[in-house]
């Protein structure tokens, strides 16, 4: 049971750059996100998934995109990547009502930097 | 915008001390959430309490939850080196138009063995 598992782990970009991070999931959850975590501000909810097919903004979306093709796996993508997006990026991904009432599950992580 | 602040921003004890970590909100919440995270990891959920309880318990983690006061507090018993890690709490925006939880910016623990 491998529950949420992002790849890759690390990566270096150039600006200008553009770069898929890949999210997938093995608990048939409903709802996904990606955050970004970067030194003191906390965790920032960059776009959301409510299920299959469906995305949504979150707080800072700016310079990303995401694809919900699969139900297991939400992609997010940097169009064109800048040193301001160097950071580390993080999924979840959550059952229940709107995904608030019921915890949620994290990777490990991705750490990308931006030159 | 930050929901959730966690206070202190950093604590350090010896083991087997107790840890209090504090978390203040700003609006009304169905829930609170908290979580850990160890260096390079991810977040790992520990307890979801309620807005319509006042206390619960999971092993050696005890959460209070007051919403007149719009705060919460995490103790974690007897505190063992294993317990060293970042510690989040984590509000759902009722009421706000997206499907989020609102992370504070965490509280870092260090238990000195």
């Known amino acids: 049971n491998a529950g949420v598992t992002q790849t890759p782990k690390f990566r270096v970009l150039k600006t200008g750059q553009s770069m898929t991070l890949l999210c997938a999931q093995d608990?048939?959850?409903?709802?996904m996100y990606w955050y970004r975590q970067d030194p003191g501000m906390g965790l920032r909810l960059i776009h959301y998934?409510?299920?299959?097919?469906?995305?949504a903004k979150g707080e800072v979306p700016d310079g990303y995109n995401v694809s919900r093709l699969k139900k297991q796996n939400f992609l997010l993508g940097l169009e064109s990547a800048a040193p301001s997006q160097t950071s580390v990026y993080f999924c979840?991904?959550?059952?229940?009502?709107?995904?608030?009432?019921?915890?949620?599950?994290f990777g490990d992580g991705t750490r990308l930097s931006i030159l | 915008s930050q929901q959730g602040e966690e206070d202190p921003q950093a604590l350090s004890i010896q083991e087997g001390e107790n840890a209090t970590m504090n978390c203040s909100y700003k609006?009304?919440?169905?829930?609170l959430q908290w979580y850990r995270q160890n260096s390079g990891r991810g977040l790992v959920h520990l307890i979801l309490?309620?807005?319509?309880?006042r206390e619960k318990h999971s092993g050696r983690l005890r959460v209070t939850l007051d919403t007149s006061k719009k705060s919460s507090s995490l103790l974690i018993t007897a505190s063992r080196a294993a317990d060293t890690a970042s510690y989040f709490c984590a509000t759902d925006d009722l009421g706000g138009a997206t499907n989020k939880l609102i992370f504070g910016t965490g509280t870092l623990l260090a238990v000195q063995p």
């Open positions: 608990m048939n959850h409903e709802y």
């Open positions: 309490i309620r807005s319509n309880e």
């Open positions: 998934s409510v299920g299959e097919g469906t995305t």
């Open positions: 609006t009304s919440i169905n829930n």
């Open positions: 979840a991904s959550s059952s229940g009502i709107r995904g608030l009432d019921q915890p949620q599950h």
